[in-house]
């Protein structure tokens, strides 16, 4: 069973700050990971994509990749009130058509 | 920028009546997904399609539904005879390829009511 964990939250931050949203997975076997924002009644967005170990940055966002740990992170900078929504965790797993399980979401409010 | 489209945005349909899905997936994307998110729950996949077959499903894609490309556009999920439990928003996404490195992108999503 594919299992990916997220703290529901709500993770709240003030402007200005740097949110920090984590996720767990289960499967050793995974290989790719994916970030994805979802307002209320919206469909997922996706933000940002990692496959190895360390850092990727783009813009604002920076997300975080730990295989030894099962870990993923996603650090929003700069936190703005539009950042306020459900980031979706997403992972996939080699050996078939790379089918991503989603995880709950942490909802993440930023206020002014 | 491309971005897959979906219709209605909203669905309303009696119990046991059928209904029929419809996305339009980017246009050089060859693999398109059905999913769907329960009010409050996670997104869940349904099914993978690739060269007008079905690549993979999950449990929850049973009988009563059925997935087609009638066309060179457009992709469709039906449910033959809905119950209350369908109620939730369906999320058609595509994907150029399949593979590690390949990313989805999910449409609008259509918001199923079954009464």
């Known amino acids: 069973q594919k299992e990916v964990e997220q703290n529901s939250g709500p993770l709240s931050v003030p402007e200005g700050a740097i949110a920090s949203l984590n996720c767990t997975y289960s499967?050793?076997?995974?290989?790719?990971f994916f970030w994805y924002r979802q307002y209320s009644g919206k469909s997922p967005e996706l933000i940002m994509s990692?496959?190895?170990?360390g850092d990727k940055e783009d813009g604002r966002f920076t997300a975080q990749l730990n295989k030894a740990s099962q870990y993923v992170s996603l650090l929003i900078r700069d936190s703005q009130p539009s950042d306020s929504a459900t980031y979706l965790c997403?992972?996939?797993?080699?050996?078939?058509?790379?089918?991503?399980?989603f995880g709950r979401g942490t909802s993440l409010i930023v206020h002014p | 920028e491309p971005e897959v489209t979906q219709t209605p945005s909203h669905q309303v349909t009696q119990m046991g009546q059928e209904v029929i899905l419809r996305c339009v997936p980017i246009?050089?994307?060859?693999?398109f997904y059905w999913y769907r998110q329960i009010l409050g729950q996670k997104v869940e996949f349904l099914v993978s399609?690739?060269?007008?077959?079905?690549?993979?499903k999950s449990e929850i894609f049973d009988d009563q539904f059925s997935v087609e490309r009638p066309d060179g556009s457009n992709f469709t999920l039906k449910i033959r005879s809905t119950k209350l439990e369908d109620s939730a928003m369906y999320f058609c996404?595509?994907?150029?390829?399949?593979?590690?490195?390949?990313?989805?992108?999910f449409g609008p999503g259509t918001r199923l009511t079954v009464t």
């Open positions: 990692i496959y190895s170990n």
């Open positions: 996404a595509s994907s150029e390829s399949s593979g590690r490195y390949y990313e989805q992108y």
């Open positions: 499967d050793r076997g995974s290989q790719s």
């Open positions: 399609f690739y060269n007008n077959e079905i690549s993979e």
């Open positions: 997403a992972v996939s797993v080699s050996g078939g058509s790379y089918i991503p399980t």
């Open positions: 246009s050089n994307h060859l693999y």
